[in-house]
Protein backbone atom coordinates (compact mmCIF):
# COMPACT_ATOMS: atom_id res chain seq x y z
CA UNK A 1 0.00 0.00 0.00
CA UNK A 2 2.71 2.51 0.75
CA UNK A 3 4.44 1.91 -2.68
CA UNK A 4 1.33 3.05 -4.18
CA UNK A 5 1.00 6.14 -1.98
CA UNK A 6 5.05 6.91 -2.78
CA UNK A 7 4.44 6.34 -6.73
CA UNK A 8 1.34 8.37 -6.88
CA UNK A 9 3.48 11.43 -4.74
CA UNK A 10 5.86 11.14 -6.90
CA UNK A 11 3.75 11.42 -10.11
CA UNK A 12 1.97 14.26 -8.61
CA UNK A 13 5.13 15.84 -8.08
CA UNK A 14 6.36 15.43 -11.70
CA UNK A 15 3.21 16.89 -12.98
CA UNK A 16 3.63 19.60 -10.80
CA UNK A 17 6.76 20.26 -11.83
CA UNK A 18 6.07 19.63 -15.84
CA UNK A 19 2.60 22.31 -15.30
CA UNK A 20 5.30 24.70 -13.29
CA UNK A 21 7.60 24.75 -16.59
CA UNK A 22 5.08 25.24 -19.06
CA UNK A 23 3.25 28.24 -17.59
CA UNK A 24 7.00 29.46 -17.42
CA UNK A 25 7.35 28.98 -21.04
CA UNK A 26 3.29 30.41 -22.06
CA UNK A 27 5.03 33.56 -20.06
CA UNK A 28 8.27 33.64 -21.94
CA UNK A 29 6.24 33.52 -24.99
CA UNK A 30 3.44 36.48 -24.27
CA UNK A 31 6.30 38.73 -23.61
CA UNK A 32 7.83 38.04 -26.57
CA UNK A 33 5.01 38.94 -28.73
CA UNK A 34 4.39 42.25 -26.55
CA UNK A 35 8.02 43.46 -27.48
CA UNK A 36 7.33 42.36 -31.27
CA UNK A 37 4.18 44.28 -31.14
CA UNK A 38 6.15 47.51 -29.10
CA UNK A 39 8.61 47.37 -31.98
CA UNK A 40 6.34 46.95 -34.53
CA UNK A 41 4.55 50.10 -33.34
CA UNK A 42 8.25 51.82 -33.36
CA UNK A 43 8.89 50.79 -36.75
CA UNK A 44 5.77 52.15 -37.83
CA UNK A 45 6.23 55.73 -35.64
CA UNK A 46 9.33 55.95 -37.05
CA UNK A 47 8.09 55.25 -40.83
CA UNK A 48 5.33 58.36 -40.60
CA UNK A 49 7.64 60.72 -38.97
CA UNK A 50 10.48 59.75 -41.91
CA UNK A 51 7.44 60.63 -44.37
CA UNK A 52 6.58 63.73 -43.04
CA UNK A 53 10.01 64.68 -42.97
CA UNK A 54 10.50 63.78 -46.91
CA UNK A 55 7.34 65.49 -47.23
CA UNK A 56 8.55 69.35 -45.56
CA UNK A 57 11.88 68.62 -47.32
CA UNK A 58 10.19 68.38 -50.75
CA UNK A 59 8.49 71.48 -50.01
CA UNK A 60 11.38 73.26 -49.11
CA UNK A 61 12.88 76.00 -52.18
CA UNK A 62 16.28 76.52 -52.17
Not at 34 to 57: G, L, T
Request: no cysteine; charged share 20%.
Amino acid sequence: MTVIIVWFQAQLIEARARAAEEAERGEIVEKVIIVAAAAAIAIAAMAAIAAAVDIKIAGLEL
